[in-house]
C-alpha cells in the first residue's frame, strides 16, 4: 500500500485533482473532511464555540464563514484554532494512515492534506504532489469560490490575507516530489493526471 499526499495553494483546484483521480479508481482522504468531522464532535465544538464567540450565529452555531473571516485576519486567532482542533485531525489521519500502511495490498491512496508542509506531514506519507496555477488564476478561484460558498465578495485585502495563512505556493511545490500545474481546463488536467497516475503505478512498483 502506497498513500501520498496531495497538498498545494488556496484554490488552486486540490478538490479537482482528487476528484480526478477518483474518476480513476483511486481512492482518495481528505483532511478537509476530517476537519468538517472534528467540528461534529461534542468537545471539539465547545472549544471553538467559546473560543471564538463572535463567530457564532443568533442560534449559538458556527458560521464557518464569519470563522474564516476571523482566522484569516488574525494569526493568533487562527493559531488558536489550529491548537485546539489540529490534535483530533492528526489523530484521525494518523489511524487511517497506519491502518492503511498495514495492509499488504498493492493499492495506491491519496490524501488530501492543504497545511501538509505547514505542519510537517510530510514523513507521514510515502510522496507528495503539489497542486498549483497561475497567481491571476488562483486569486480568480478564490473569489469566486467565496462567492459560491458564502455570497461574499472578498476584497482585495482579504484575498491577500487568506493567501498569506499559507506558505506561497512556489515554496510548496519546491518541497514536493511531483508537482502538478492545474492553470488550464478540466480536459487538460485529466490528460495530466493519467501521466502522474501512470508515474506513481511505477513508484509503487519498483
Not at 64 to 87: C, E, F, S, V
Not at 179 to 194: E, K
Amino acid at each position: 500500500m502506497a498513500i501520498w499526499a496531495v497538498t498545494g495553494g488556496i484554490a488552486c483546484g486540490k478538490s479537482a485533482v482528487i476528484a480526478a483521480f477518483e474518476r480513476l479508481g483511486v481512492t482518495c482522504y481528505s483532511a478537509d473532511i476530517d476537519a468538517r468531522e472534528a467540528m461534529g464532535d461534542p468537545a471539539v465544538n465547545r472549544a471553538v464555540r467559546d473560543a471564538f464567540p463572535d463567530a457564532l450565529n443568533q442560534h449559538g452555531q458556527l458560521d464557518r464563514a464569519t470563522l474564516g473571516q476571523l482566522i484569516y485576519a488574525d494569526t493568533t486567532r487562527r493559531k488558536l484554532l489550529g491548537q485546539i482542533m489540529h490534535p483530533f485531525i492528526r489523530a484521525r489521519m494518523r489511524e487511517r494512515i497506519e491502518q492503511n500502511h498495514a495492509s499488504t495490498i498493492e493499492l495506491l491512496e491519496l490524501y488530501e492534506v492543504p497545511l501538509l508542509f505547514e505542519g510537517s506531514l510530510e514523513s507521514w506519507f510515502d510522496g507528495t504532489i503539489c497542486v498549483t496555477c497561475s497567481p491571476d488564476e488562483q486569486k480568480r478561484r478564490l473569489c469566486e469560490r467565496n462567492r459560491a460558498r458564502y455570497n461574499i465578495e472578498l476584497s482585495d485585502d482579504e484575498v491577500g490575507q487568506m493567501l498569506a495563512s499559507q506558505l506561497p505556493v512556489t515554496e510548496k511545490a519546491a518541497l514536493a516530489d511531483i508537482v502538478i500545474d492545474n492553470s488550464g481546463s478540466t480536459d487538460d488536467l485529466q490528460g495530466v493526471l493519467q501521466t502522474v497516475y501512470m508515474r506513481l503505478l511505477h513508484k509503487m512498483r519498483s
